[in-house]
């Protein structure tokens, strides 16, 4: 899927199987999630564990468990379409 650049860093996208999600990747240093979506948004969720983006990884359905377990449960931020 390629690298997206935001701030000084250089992001390496997870394709994702789903109908809602397109791609995510994962800064586990600073514990931030980025979800990108099908429609182009970006989003970055804040304070995501570690275990917790292994466990969405092998998730059968990510936009379900994206649904159920991210979701207004962690501080986030839309980023410009780039």
Do not use: C
């Not at 995501?48 to 292994?54: E, G, I, S």
């Amino acid at each position: 899927m390629g690298t997206i650049s935001n701030d000084t860093e250089s992001l390496d996208w997870e394709p994702i199987e789903s109908k809602l999600l397109a791609a995510a990747a994962y800064v586990a240093p600073r514990r931030i999630l980025y979800l990108r979506f099908h429609s182009g948004e970006v989003y970055r969720y804040f304070t995501f564990p570690a275990d917790q983006y292994l466990e969405f990884l092998e998730a059968e359905s990510k936009g379900r468990y994206f649904l159920s377990h991210i979701r207004n449960r962690f501080p986030y931020q839309k980023l410009p379409r780039l």
